[in-house]
Nanobody, 127 residues
Framework: QLQLMESGGGSVQAGGSLRLSCVAS????????MGWFRQAPGKEREAVAA???????TYADSVKGRFTVSKDNAKSTLYLQMNSLKPEDTAMYYC?????????????????????WGQGTQVTVSS
């Protein structure tokens, strides 16, 4: 059973930066698509960014050019570097994972395709 643990959230002023981390553990399979999602109070959860098993990255339009998703396979860790933060980036951020099989049919930014979720880490951006 894959377990995901996020960290790195906090409070920052607009224009600042944060780096989120997500450590994966408890798995034997080795090919995953990993994603970052966020949910602001009173809003639905939305996709932020994803990185596929081959390293291909995908971003929501709202964060393109400001956020960078990456992973370190040796450390089993997913990252989200967030620069030029805006108050509208305030949300609980979640990492998620889906196993990539030979017959997988998925969309990297589609929430319903992900099987495993972390507990979340809060990001608050003040103006």
């Amino acid at each position: 059973q894959l377990q995901l643990m996020e960290s790195g959230g906090g409070s920052v002023q607009a224009g600042g930066s944060l780096r989120l981390s997500c450590v994966a553990s408890g798995y034997t399979y080795h090919k995953w698509c990993m994603g970052w999602f966020r949910q602001a109070p009173g809003k639905e959860r939305e996709a932020v960014a994803a990185i596929d098993s081959d390293g291909t990255t995908t971003y929501a339009d709202s964060v393109k050019g400001r956020f960078t998703v990456s992973k370190d396979n040796a450390k089993s860790t997913l990252y989200l570097q967030m620069n030029s933060l805006k108050p509208e980036d305030t949300a609980m951020y979640y990492c998620a994972a889906l196993p990539v099989m030979h017959d997988s049919d998925y969309t990297p930014l589609e929430e319903k395709d992900y099987n495993y979720w972390g507990q979340g880490t809060q990001v608050t951006v003040s103006s």
